[in-house]
Each structure stands twice: as C-alpha cells, then as structure tokens.
C-alpha cells in the first residue's frame, strides 16, 4: 500500500497566491529530473481573498488520491 508518507520525494504542496485581481491555488511536486516543480492542480476560478483561496486549495489537496503525485512525478 502507498501512502502519501511514503511518496515524501512527490509529496504535493499547496500554494496560494494573488494574480490578476484574485486569489489562486496551485498544487506542486518536485520534477522527478532537474530541479524545480511540476504543477498538478490549480484554480480555474479566483477568489476574493487569501483565506477563501486556502480553504477551496486546502480540500482539493485532501481529495488528492494518495498516488497522483507518482502518476505525476514521471
């Protein structure tokens, strides 16, 4: 059984952020080669503030399936 402990070398991170009058979510793993991130999930729709961006981000991190990172990472 994989379990997101297990994947820490693709383990998703949640961030937030504000762009063009409105506030995002994105979801990120680490590229597999090189450096940097690879982006998995985001918004499509802005929100009015930081803390709506969070919570909508935040329950999309949590309904993540547990081996999306690994179907990302490569």
């Not at 991130?37 to 961006?53: H, P, Q, R, V």
């Amino acid at each position: 059984m994989t379990t997101r402990s297990n994947l820490s070398h693709a383990s998703p991170k949640l961030h937030v952020f504000e762009q063009e009058g409105g506030w995002h979510w994105g979801i990120t793993i680490p590229r597999s080669a090189g450096s940097g991130f690879k982006l998995i999930a985001y918004s499509e729709t802005a929100f009015n503030g930081e803390s709506e961006a969070l919570r909508d981000g935040s329950r999309a991190l949590e309904n993540l399936p547990v081996d999306a990172a690994l179907a990302y990472a490569s």
